[in-house]
């Protein structure tokens, strides 16, 4: 079966060091793969996304992912945090005709 | 462009009573889905359709039926709502017939079951 784990709920970093946010997905092929991220009272977005061009994503704001496909995971990472991050984030996967969201994980900022 | 539109906003229900959330898109895209969210729970896919005259059920397909007549609407019926719909329901849409491009999400609408 196909699933997404995002492994943690919350995460709390200081402005200006690094993000970290963690997904793995189980997946009987080479799927897409996808980070969205929706602000407080707001739709989603999408950050960026894989379709097996290149392992290292680059999307929106400054954030990237790397596909490791060995470790089945697709970890979001920034250089920087910035207070604007502040949000709630998904990481998703689409086996067939589907979309299977992770249960995502919420950034919060410290100044 | 609109985009995706979603009505209403907000919507209070007491417990039996039926609905119809609306969805609306103006970008000619093939694919398009309904979510419930819930806290701690991310998003969960009720229903979705690749095309005009296409639906078929998602994870959580229970209580809800939808249709697709035509490629720019696609609403979702609630039959008897349940104090257990309480929810923040997004419509979303993406190009094709496939759900590997970007997807394009509603406002959201806030329904309360009471």
């Known amino acids: 079966a196909q699933s997404v784990t995002q492994l943690d709920s919350h995460v709390s970093v200081s402005e200006g060091t690094p993000v970290l946010l963690r997904c793995n997905y189980s997946s009987s092929y080479s799927p897409s793969l996808f980070w969205y991220v929706q602000h407080p009272n707001k739709g989603l977005q999408l950050l960026l996304k894989y379709t097996s061009a290149a392992t290292l994503v680059k999307g929106i704001n400054g954030f990237e992912a790397e596909f490791k496909k060995s470790e089945t995971s697709f970890h979001l990472t920034k250089p920087s945090a910035h207070m604007s991050d502040a949000a709630e984030y998904f990481c998703v996967v689409t086996p067939y005709d589907k979309i299977i969201f992770g249960k995502g994980t919420r950034l919060h900022i410290l100044p | 462009n609109a985009g995706v539109t979603q009505t209403p906003k907000f919507q209070v229900l007491k417990t039996g009573q039926s609905m119809t959330l609306q969805c609306a898109q103006d970008m000619n895209h093939e694919y398009m889905s309904w979510y419930r969210q819930d806290p701690g729970m991310g998003l969960r896919l009720i229903h979705y359709?690749?095309?005009?005259?296409?639906?078929d059920q998602g994870e959580v397909p229970n209580g809800y039926n939808v249709s697709r007549s035509t490629t720019e609407d696609f609403p979702l019926r609630l039959l008897s709502a349940a104090p257990s719909q309480t929810s923040v329901y997004f419509c979303?849409?993406?190009?094709?017939?496939?759900?590997?491009?970007?997807?394009?999400f509603g406002p959201g609408t806030r329904l309360t079951v009471t």
């Open positions: 979303a849409s993406s190009y094709s017939g496939s759900p590997n491009y970007e997807q394009y």
């Open positions: 359709s690749v095309g005009a005259g296409i639906t």
